[in-house]
């Protein structure tokens, strides 16, 4: 890998995060978002290394997807932020000396990272594909469980919720394992993630129903 160009792109990103007045006044959110951005590079890394992808490239690609986060969110600013970043991104890729039609690449795979959508013309490469890949995996990963189990207010609801609860994210995650994957790579980190949350979700379910009476 290009050490030179990766550190570089680290300086921008953290630079750009710096300078953003909403992620500064919400330090959790900062913090959050430059660390979701390094699991995301290095998630792409190990998706380039094995699928024989320029590994430089993408975790470059990985670490600009939400770089779009240092500006303020308007109106639809979520569904835009891929797009954004890629509008961010091409100018500092320009910088780095990396190729055009690389870049094009580099840039498609950011801005359809979210709804996959793009708003310039490009392919739908496993490069490009693999941005995305890499995001969606570290939505799984072990600390997101606890994360999601809180923000749901998961401890305060009663017993039939919560088993309804549970019920109902096994039967949303084993239809998320039909979600198409870029590369065959990218699919085993997809469904060993998922794998990993349908387990530890029905091992709750069971517990909750060891919870209430005796199982004959």
Known sequence: MNHELIEKTEKFLKERFDSAIYLNLHRDAKIYRLEHSYRVANIGRQIAAKEGLDETEMV?????HDVSYCEEFGEDGWREHGRRSARIARPFLSELGIPNDRMNDICYGIAIHVDDEADFEGERTAF????GDADNIDRFD???????LRSDGFIEKDYDEQLEYVKKRISRLN???ETPMGTKTAEALWNERLDFYICFFEKLAAQLENSAAIIY
């Open 175 to 177: 239809q998320l394992k």
């Open 142 to 148: 072990a600390y997101r469980i606890h994360e999601t």
């Open 60 to 64: 470059i690609a990985c670490l600009l």
């Open 128 to 131: 490009a594909l693999s941005v």
